[in-house]
């Protein structure tokens, strides 16, 4: 095999357990290679509500200002705020440290622009480049770059969701929330984002704290029976969670039902479309078939990317198209910035359910139509990963897309996607019928097929 390049950024930018994988010294050294990058500043550098973030800050701040650029500290904010930030408080770039939904001990860097959108994918290969070439730039004593806090990050991000929703509209429904920000960095933002568009809100979680002690940063329908059980006590008109770093939002209805993504993008991509006939949608390959019913309806485009935030960002910068979202519940608005964001998918959310005037479950069963789904995952032995892929080639019937692995539409409401996973050693069986067994089938059939070719 040939040698493959060493690599640093995965799906979501850098992640490692920090003095277990990597230490300090290689924050340091990494964020050198960013400002070298970037060429200088100014940075604008935020960091989540993680335990190790703090330490993890202060070395970014210095690698960034040991490659010579200035940096202004956001301190702690949600991602979808520090990449605002960027965008438009006229910074070069930006760094966020996160490690997003992971469990309590990772940490991660993640790069942005300054369009405030992760940097493109060969952009991450150049910063490593720098990185393992040990070619970053180092500043002497004259040209050493600066510090000084940023106060303002959270309250340009909250002014900047609501410029783009009717918030007197919002404000006269007085909905009534239940918010469960699960003890991450939209405890700063998003109960105010609420308060500011009129909403009674009940908080559960909603205290930072990076052991995660409520319900992990993982927002699931299995973590979310609390937030479920709050919306239904307390007669609230709708619930939401956001994971560890609050560029994801998951809602529950008023009757206490866990929505998935693809059901609540759906939702706010057919009120957007309505606003916007003929606009774009952009959705990877693994979410519902739902998005192209809506989309049809309002005579609007899909289109589909390989699985991964930034691809779907990337695609809606190059379209213009207006929206985008995954099924994990990450929902991007080009009028704002196109990046996941739990504020600003929420403050749309409260924007269509006041429109609509019905209850969040009608709104969604008058709009999206239902599909049913199967999952399922298969460990492999790497080597044998282009073999179980020609085997899943060779089952694959009907029309075929190697858009992202192999989809595979069996008949006009049924597709399976086999997707070899980007970070773990494993297999992902994805399929999506009008019928559960229908779909349960398929991923059956396909897991057999990924089994027998791991042999
Ligand atoms: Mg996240």
Redesign the pocket.
Known sequence: MAAVQQRLFGTNGVRFVPGVSHDLDFVIGLSEAVGTYFGGGPMILGHDGRNSSPALSNAAVSGLMSSGADVAEAGLVP?PALQLAAKSMGFKGGVMV?A??NPPQYNGLKVVGPDGVEVPRLDEQRIEKVFFERAQTRADWKSVGAARPEPSVVRNYINGVISHVNAKLVSGRRFTVVMDPGNGAQCVAAPYLADALGCKLITINSVVDGDFPGRGPEPTPDTLSELAGAVRASGADLGVAY??????SIFCDEEGRVLWGDQTGCLIADYVLEKRPGDTVVTSVSSSQAIEVVAKRRGARVFRTRVGSVDISRTMLERRAVFGFEENGGCMYLPHIPV?DGGMTTALMLECLAARGVAFSKAISFSVPKYYQAKAKVDIDRNRLEAIMKAVGREARGQVERVDGVKAWTDEHSWVLVRPSGTEPLVRVFAESDGQERAETLVKKFVKVVRSASR
Not at 243 to 248: C, E, L, T, Y
């Open positions: 991602t996160t997003s939904h994971d560890g770093d609050g560029d994801r996941r």
